[in-house]
């Protein structure tokens, strides 16, 4: 805790604050084999996603995950959406809010500590380092050692891997918005569009600064996730806690003999190694307490259960434990069970929702037609008269056949008996009827002019809708609801 | 004030020395990084300054070295959206109006360059719906003047009506027969009764029969002797329902006294043939146009026979 660390509060603090490179020291344990996991799955899925193919029929695009913002059209296996159902994005979108809370006030920051992308890349170019620079001692000695020509080839081998994973990064990104193949060959042609580059350019560059250079940086000042998930934890959230109740007075090994001899007090079960300092990525001491740096990726864990069995002592100094928790151990009352901590009003709640926002979503895809039709009455005029003195309507009708395969589609009228209807492009007033049929492109929306003529009324308004059915349909899929003018004096 | 700076015990952090009911401060550092950012959007800031139109001035902003101005923009944008259009504008060009119905996609191009075209030059009288109004035309019905096919659309748009100067303009002229003098105002108002007659608007009366033997010596040169007027003198039928000027007693009473006289610019002297051209288009599109060759003028009978599902009632 704070007061057992008395040089903090004496160290002068100026106006500005120079960033402390951070060595992290590997590693291993269960933690850290779960941060191995999660990003060989995560890193797998973002560079080979857009490689996948799906086939769609000649119509439609064979990449399994596309979002053609060209077309306005985003595939992702057997669902395509249309600009007109983004809900559904919107709704992924709420959904990942929603399990934002629920995974926050269950186990806190586990986002940041395993999923987040700065902290997958982070962990990926600190990987890279150790591999080029050493383990952490000898990547202090490097960095504290005079540029010399060593130490130049090793800071150029290293950030060019660096730069190769962060083009890849930034080239893998680009693959999600054109089809992969074909972009491929005509970036490495330098015949790609200009846009292509710059983001490439752009996603390169943050990569590598950010993952190589900011890292803890981009938490603790850039991103706003920390204070939100602040805000979101409450007493019964998982916290990487040291149990300093445990652990405090921290001494070494002889010290805790000499102690045990003497009778002078007792010595906690802190060996003071500084192993979990050692191995943070972020470069704190988690014994200070919870605090705004700490991402909860557990390294700490892992390396005080590592020094905990060296020592012979059970594990479990620094863990996963509730605010709630850490109050009771400290007074001797029994803990809560995970599983009731996990499980508890707040979590099903968040769960509830996000499971109903989901389902909400399963059944609107299973019942969204892909033929629609939607209609717009002229304005200006309302109506026309005829020389014959009937009265004329024109309406702007859109045909949407969302299938990825040309379709034949006949439209009938409902209502107004004595009226009939022709296109203004290819019919006439002379073969009007009660239905026309027209074939529409694939994937595409067909915008026909439609005249509607019916006798002079007293002018009063009538009401008709106009019902579209595929001719290889079964039953009619969709029906728009339209006024027609009876053009009264 | 410095005084009460002191060290915050939790956080290990000076605080600023202020306090304000209780509350205090944390002295936090900036990360230094964060000063560096600061700098960088300073120096874009005097970069874009150097190179953009910033500084104003009483003429202006001065522009900046790269010279660049938003009108500057349009311009460009305008000329490259022209130099698009170039190819379809040569097409128009190369293809003669009634070959239009035999290539769809440029008569679609065309109706919607007419559309714009309309917007600026024909709004004005016609309206912005083409609806007209009191002796400006409808375009969007089925009565025509002068014919509504392809060709004579863009025959009447390009020569204009009653433009005296111009030889090809469409010209036609009712007497002022009332005003001049050639019917009494007793035998004008018989005349009204049988006009009206013709278009189912009155039975027939004393008045109207009267009417009628002075509509055979005067009107139907031109109207016909059913009523139905003619397109090549661009006479008006009188037996529809569709009146340019009011099918009200008192308005045909008013332009048999004085006849009438609308002009309509011939824009062959103002716009180019592919505009006209698109015009024609577009007009023909609004749901009146008809196929070429015009037929005999008789519209309304021939519309409402061959539309079974409507029941016609002959005038309006
Ligand atoms: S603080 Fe922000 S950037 Fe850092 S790990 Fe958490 S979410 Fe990611
Ligand atoms: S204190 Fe522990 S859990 Fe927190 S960031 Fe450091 S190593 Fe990870």
């Given amino acids: 805790m704070a007061e057992a660390d008395p040089d903090i509060t004496d160290s002068p603090l100026g106006q500005y604050q120079k960033r402390k490179s951070v060595f992290p020291k590997a590693v291993d344990g269960t933690f850290r084999r779960l941060k191995w996991a999660i990003m060989v799955v995560t890193l797998t899925i973002y560079y080979v996603t857009p490689w996948l193919r799906w086939d769609r029929g000649p119509y439609a695009p064979d990449q399994a995950v596309l979002v053609d913002l060209a077309h306005r059209r985003f595939f992702m296996f057997d669902i395509e959406i249309w600009p007109h159902e983004f809900y559904f994005v919107a709704g992924l979108l709420v959904m990942a809010g929603i399990g934002l809370f629920l995974v926050t006030s269950a186990v806190g920051r586990a986002w940041c500590g395993y999923a987040c992308p700065q902290t997958v890349w982070t962990d990926l170019f600190q990987h890279i380092e150790r591999a080029v620079d050493g383990d952490r001692n000898a990547a202090i000695r490097l960095q504290n050692a005079p540029w010399g020509v060593s130490k130049i080839a090793r800071r150029l081998l290293k950030w060019s891997i660096w730069l190769a994973v962060a083009m890849g990064t930034g080239g893998a990104w680009i693959f999600y918005f054109a089809d992969a193949p074909t972009l491929m060959h005509d970036f490495l042609h330098g015949t790609a569009a200009p846009v292509a580059y710059m983001t490439v350019f752009v996603l390169t560059m943050t990569t590598f600064i950010f993952g190589g250079f900011m890292r803890e940086q981009v938490c603790i000042y850039m991103c706003p996730w920390p204070r939100i998930q602040t805000a979101m934890m409450d007493e019964k959230s998982l916290l990487v806690t040291y149990r300093h109740w445990r652990g405090e007075p921290r001494g070494s090994l002889k010290q805790a003999q000499a102690a045990a001899k003497t009778g002078a007090g007792t010595i906690g079960d802190c060996i003071d190694c500084n192993q979990c300092v050692a191995v943070c990525p972020t470069g704190i001491d988690i014994r200070q307490g919870p605090q705004i740096g700490c991402i909860t990726c557990a390294l700490c864990i892992d390396a005080c259960d590592t020094v905990m069995a060296q020592v012979g002592r059970p594990r479990g100094l620094i863990d996963y434990v509730t605010f709630e928790d850490a109050t009771r151990e400290q007074a001797g009352q029994p803990t809560t069970p995970v599983l009731k901590t996990l499980f508890r009003p707040r979590t099903l709640a968040y769960f509830a929702i996000w499971g109903g926002i989901g389902l909400a979503l399963l059944f609107a895809l299973g019942n969204r037609t892909r033929l629609d039709i939607s209609a717009q009455h002229d304005r200006n005029p309302l109506f026309v008269r005829m020389s014959d003195g009937s009265v004329r309507n024109a309406y702007t009708v859109k045909l949407r056949n969302m299938e990825s395969r040309p379709r034949t589609v006949r439209v009938h009228m409902e209502g107004v008996p004595q009226a009939s209807m022709w296109l203004g492009e290819t019919g006439s007033r002379e073969a009007a009827s009660r239905a026309f049929e027209v074939k529409l492109s694939p994937d595409a929306v067909t915008k026909l002019r439609l005249f509607v003529v019916s006798p002079a009324g007293d002018g009063s308004r009538q009401e008709f809708a106009l019902v579209v059915q595929a001719n290889d349909d079964a039953a009619p899929s969709d029906r728009h609801d339209l006024v027609l003018e009876r053009g009264g004096e | ?316």
Avoid at chain 2, 28 to 35: A, C, D, G, I, S
Avoid at chain 2, 64 to 89: C, D, F, V, Y
Avoid at chain 2, 285 to 311: D, I, R
Wanted: charged share 20%; proline share 7%.
């Fill in chain 2, 1 to 316: 004030m410095a005084e009460n700076k002191r060290i915050d015990h939790p956080t290990g952090t000076e605080t600023v020395g202020h306090e304000w009911d209780g509350i205090e401060e944390l002295n936090t550092p900036l990360p230094r990084w964060w000063l560096w950012t600061f700098y960088a959007t300073v120096a874009f800031a005097i970069g874009y300054c150097v190179v953009y139109p910033t500084i104003p001035s009483a003429n202006g902003a001065p522009g900046g070295n790269l010279k660049w101005s938003s009108r500057e923009e349009l311009e460009k944008t305008l000329a490259a959206r022209q130099a698009e259009l170039k190819p379809i504008h040569a097409a128009l060009a190369a293809t003669d109006i009634s070959a239009l119905p035999g290539k769809p996609e440029l008569m679609q191009q065309a109706i919607a360059g007419g559309a714009a075209a309309f917007k600026v030059h024909c709004v004005q009288c016609h309206g912005s719906g083409a609806a007209g109004a009191k002796g400006y035309p409808n375009l969007n019905d089925d009565d025509w003047l002068w014919g509504g096919d392809l060709a004579t659309l863009e025959k009447t748009i390009a020569d204009g009506i009653r433009q005296p100067e111009h030889d090809a303009t469409r010209f036609s002229q009712m007497p002022a027969f009332g005003r001049d003098g050639i019917l009494q105002p007793a035998q004008v108002e018989d005349v009204t009764s049988y006009v009206r007659t013709l278009s189912g608007q009155e039975g027939m009366s004393a008045s109207a029969r009267r009417g009628q033997a002075l509509f055979a010596a005067n009107c139907v040169v031109c109207h016909g002797p059913d009523g139905k007027g003619s397109r090549t003198v661009g006479a008006p039928n009188l037996t529809d329902g569709i009146w340019l000027y009011g099918g009200d007693r008192d308005t045909i009473r008013q332009t048999i006294t004085n006849s009438r006289y609308g002009v309509m610019p011939a824009w062959n002297l103002h716009l180019d043939t592919v505009t006209i051209r698109m015009l024609a288009a577009y007009v023909h599109s609004l749901g009146g146009g008809e196929a070429a060759p015009a037929p005999a003028p008789a519209p309304a009978g021939a519309t409402a026979a061959a539309t079974p599902a409507e029941t016609a009632n002959g005038g309006g």
